[in-house]
């Protein structure tokens, strides 16, 4: 189980480093006004990233619920017999 974690968050970051590469570079394109670039792009961009990482905690501890509750019910389904 351990394992099968590491691996997950191994997979994930290129897809971390490309989100923070692209707000980086969106904050460097807006204040060297490239391309007409304006600060809307990186505040929207901010935005996406701080509401995933708030789902993703959300996603998470509804996990750990799930969990704790299953064990829950196998504890008492062991108590009763």
Known sequence: MKTNKIVGFILQIPMYLLIIGSFVVSIYAASAKLQDITWATPIILGVIIISYIIGEGFYKKEQKEEIEETEQIETE?????
């Open 77 to 81: 389904q062991i108590d009763n017999q």
